[in-house]
T-cell receptor
Framework: QKEVEQDPGPLSVPEGAIVSLNCTYS??????FMWYRQYSRKGPELLMYTYSSGNKEDGRFTAQVDKSSKYISLFIRDSQPSDSATYLCAMKAAGNKLTFGGGTRVLVKP | DTAVSQTPKYLVTQMGNDKSIKCEQN?????MYWYKQDSKKFLKIMFSYNNKELIINETVPNRFSPKSPDKAHLNLHINSLELGDSAVYFCASSQDTGDYGYTFGSGTRLTVV
């Protein structure tokens, strides 16, 4: 079993819909939680990060962390075709390496 | 100005060959990484260097050897290439080992035939 599990999708939504992504993890030492976005043939880019449990909002993006359930989520409101990409969750314990989920491919249809 | 640049972008080679991938970052970061992304998009860390010192060496075949001549450069040499080495290799950097905001290069797509 992988340390971080993520549904590979694809997740297809109409433009303007809310995109809901999530990851589960098994390592209780993880304290830092991130979402990266990866466009086709490009490297991942950092989208959001949160420390420990709680919510964080940045424009159309909201990240949630529930450490008690070992579950993190990313919501994208008013989705646009330009949001079509693979979204990777990533986590790390203090001073340790970043561990990635397998990514969820999202397709926003105009 | 590209923050993390990798060369080459594409590499097609025969089994048994030896090849190198180069990476350079101009962000002034202290830590650099090599990640391998397989066909299922799963990113797995291979190596990490902090200020030219190897700090992470995951379970990777000995055929893979990283080298960091200075903190701005991290190269990856692969001996005796095998079909299973086909993947996209990403170089990344971060401010230090505690940083979570990695900056990735665009990747090197390696195909072994």
């Amino acid at each position: 079993q992988k340390e971080v599990e993520q549904d590979p999708g694809p997740l297809s939504v109409p433009e303007g819909a809310i995109v809901s992504l999530n990851c589960t993890y098994s390592n209780s030492a993880f304290q830092y939680f991130m979402w990266y976005r990866q466009y086709s043939r490009k490297g991942p880019e950092l989208l959001m990060y949160t420390y420990s449990s709680g919510n964080k909002e940045d424009g159309r993006f909201t990240a949630q962390v529930d450490k008690s359930s070992k579950y993190i989520s990313l919501f994208i409101r008013d989705s646009q075709p330009s949001d079509s990409a693979t979204y990777l969750c990533a986590m790390k314990a203090a001073g340790n390496k970043l561990t990635f989920g397998g990514g969820t491919r999202v397709l926003v249809k105009p | 100005d590209t923050a993390v640049s990798q060369t080459p972008k594409y590499l097609v080679t025969q089994m048994g060959n030896d090849k190198s991938i180069k990476c350079e970052q101009n962000l002034g970061h202290d830590t650099m990484y090599w990640y391998k992304q397989d066909s299922k998009k799963f990113l797995k860390i291979m190596f990490s260097y902090n200020n030219k010192e190897l700090i992470i060496n995951e379970t990777v075949p000995n055929r893979f050897s990283p080298k960091s001549p200075d903190k701005a450069h991290l190269n990856l040499h692969i001996n005796s290439l095998e079909l299973g080495d086909s993947a996209v290799y990403f170089c990344a950097s971060s401010q230090d080992t505690g940083d979570y905001g990695y900056t990735f290069g665009s990747g090197t797509r390696l195909t072994v035939v």
